[in-house]
């Protein structure tokens, strides 16, 4: 069978571009398909989203050429302090402090502006003689046939490729076509997103204040501005959201406190449901899913594109070997090596963050003891505090090459 492309990527997000460069710099030719048009997001203007980048996703982003363009444009993250916080009562004593020095490398993360990680992937996406764009069109169909998949783009048109893979997001298209199903639930919650400046210098310090209808994360960006990711329940975060930008900020400021000085907006407010969604599968023959389509969690610990960039960076590594050693690559049993490396991963940490979000979404007296507790011997123990620091840094267990900053 006659491939257009080795692999047909459907997404054109972050974790879409990632792999496509990734699979790219092996030699191996990709088609990305992007619903939205070129350099929409690549713009000068500031909208206030970001990403907290761990150590492993930015070297990843070395390894697959793009973070020369972006070290200039990304904030370090030098301690994260977690602290229970109650509004106008301003932050309480933190339990748990993380500081980029115990670890064998510093920061602790990073980070990064949607805009500047989108235009550093077009630029080196459309550098690259092994990637085809197609802009402003997405997969509508898909079959499997012997060798190969073909997918029918919104346009008309089919491609075929070895290997489809599912970068589209929480309601993958890619996935529910090859018949693989999903179980989560919602949170009753909603992400508030905005920019703030503010008078006081961060100091390259990340907050996460632990409130009882959600978290408040308060995360450093280039200058005197903090990315805000303001968890609340459904329906105060729609009486939020309606309000104009002063009273929106009035809200805002006894939860956030005065320790980083006057604040006010720096670019426009989003707002997103909070819900867990798992696919029951990673992988379906000649298919494969990365990032939300494989996984959407809470942002409770910014780890949603990080768990993406793991996903990338196995796939990846899986794809290119199998290819050296002359095996089809959109073979069943070798998308089934990449489910084994990343599904339990990924459960697990998903999991994980769900408890958290339930444990400190509350004030039950019984729980609240509990989880101080648990925080507490986490803070006085060393070793077992830089364990959840090389966790969150995505530096623990079998790593693939991109994640270790390694060329495939």
Do not use: C
């Amino acid at each position: 069978m006659k491939h257009d492309s080795d692999v047909i990527i459907a997404g054109g997000g972050l974790n879409g571009p990632a792999l496509a460069l990734a699979l790219a710099s092996a030699g191996l030719s990709v088609t990305l398909i992007d619903a939205a048009p070129a350099r929409q997001r690549a713009t000068d203007t500031f909208d206030g989203r970001a990403y907290a980048l761990a150590i492993a996703s930015q070297k990843l982003l070395a390894a697959i050429g793009v973070w020369g363009a972006l070290a200039d444009q990304a904030q370090p993250m030098m301690e994260v302090k977690a602290m229970d916080g109650h509004a106008g009562e301003g932050p309480a004593p933190f339990f748990l402090h993380f500081d980029s020095r115990e670890l064998d490398q510093s920061p602790v993360g990073y980070m990064l502006e949607d805009r500047f990680l989108y235009r550093a992937f077009l630029d080196a996406m459309e550098a690259s003689d092994k990637i085809t764009l197609r802009h402003q069109t997405q997969v509508v169909g898909q079959e499997v046939q012997p060798g190969g998949v073909v997918v029918t783009l919104s346009d008309g048109t089919s491609l075929s490729a070895k290997l489809l893979v599912g970068a589209d997001g929480r309601r993958s298209g890619v996935a529910e076509r090859a018949g693989i199903t999903r179980e989560g639930w919602g949170y009753g919650q909603t992400a508030l997103v905005a920019a703030i400046d503010h008078e006081k210098s961060h100091d390259g310090i990340a907050y996460q204040f632990f409130m009882p209808s959600g978290p408040l994360a308060i995360l450093p960006l280039k200058g005197n501005r903090s990315s805000i990711v303001w968890s609340e329940t459904d329906e105060n975060a729609k009486t939020i959201s309606a309000l104009n930008d002063e009273d929106f900020l009035a809200v805002l400021r006894p939860r956030f406190g005065d320790f980083l000085g006057p604040i006010k907006l720096a670019g426009p407010r989003f707002s997103y449901p909070l819900n867990l969604t798992l696919a029951k599968a990673y992988s379906a023959p000649r298919v494969a899913l990365v990032g939300d389509a494989a996984h959407g969690v809470h942002p409770i610990a910014g780890q949603g594109l990080n768990l993406g960039l793991r996903d990338v960076a196995a796939l990846a590594e899986v794809v290119v070997e199998a290819m050296r050693r002359g095996e089809d690559i959109g073979a069943q049993d070798v998308l089934e090596r990449y489910q084994g490396w990343r599904r339990f991963d990924s459960t697990s940490l998903a999991l994980g963050m769900d408890t958290v979000n339930k444990l400190f979404s509350n004030e039950n007296p019984v729980l609240k003891a509990g989880r101080d507790l648990g925080m507490g011997l986490v803070q006085a123990i060393p070793g077992l505090r830089r364990g959840f620091m090389r966790q969150a840094a995505g530096l623990s267990g079998p790593l693939p090459r991109l994640l270790q900053g390694r060329a495939l």
